[in-house]
Antibody, heavy 117, light 110 residues
């Protein structure tokens, strides 16, 4: 079955950096576009970034463009997001999600990123 | 990239039907048939229940249906059941190759 497992979350000071990873299994990873979606505590969902299956196109929400970078390693079935210049309002549970018909059909369990001094 | 507009809450009794609206603009909901809906229970990851406005993934009951008119998409849940209680989010692909979510709607089954 499809499984997505995020890791790399933690507590970081404002201005700091963090790399999140999402390990995929149970499907042919290289055939699927992937996303990161986040959810601040007690808030709604926010789409963050997208990467095409071959890694050749990436898109970002305005608030993270220039600070976050999505990448993938199809040989390791893993998608990453490098987060720099972190701000307090980046605090959230970060989910990776598999793209399906411009929606998100499989989600990981999420990893919590807390930006605090 | 303004969020899509959903009602904060809706409620209904078991067996009834409820509808949740999702209003955007011509650059997102109105410009594509690429609206999807998600159900989320507290502490869990969201679950896809509709894609491309009105298509159900396998395993989702046909009590869940979707529609779209202009800049507004709607999710209808018929034959409401206690297990349907939770938060519902819509999302749409946009003309700038990004995605935007609605603020979410809390469904209470009375």
């Amino acid at each position: 079955q499809v499984q997505l497992v995020e890791s790399g979350g933690g507590v970081v000071q404002p201005g700091g950096s963090l790399r999140l990873s999402c390990a995929a299994s149970g499907f042919t990873f290289r055939n699927y576009n992937m996303h990161w979606v986040r959810q601040a505590p007690g808030k709604g969902l926010e789409w963050v970034t997208f990467i095409r299956n071959d890694g050749n196109n990436q898109f970002y929400t305005d608030s993270v463009r220039g600070r976050f970078t999505i990448s993938r390693d199809n040989s390791k079935n893993t998608v990453y997001v490098d987060m720099n210049s972190l701000r307090v309002d980046d605090t959230a549970v970060y989910y990776c999600a598999r793209d399906f018909r411009w929606g998100f059909d499989s989600w990981g369990q999420g990893t919590l990123v807390t930006v605090s001094s | 990239q303004s969020a899509l507009t959903q009602p904060p809450s809706v409620s209904g009794s078991p067996g009834q039907s409820v509808a949740i609206s999702c209003t955007g603009t011509s650059t997102d909901v109105g410009g594509h048939s690429l609206v999807s809906w998600y159900q989320q229970s507290p502490g869990t990851a969201p679950k896809l229940i509709l894609y491309e406005v009105n298509n159900r993934p396998s395993g989702v009951p046909d009590r869940f249906s979707g529609s779209k008119s202009g800049n507004t998409a709607s999710l209808t849940i018929s034959g409401l059941q206690a297990e349907d209680e939770g938060n519902y989010f819509c999302t749409s692909y946009t003309s700038t190759s990004t995605w935007v979510f609605g603020g979410g709607t809390k469904l209470t089954v009375l």
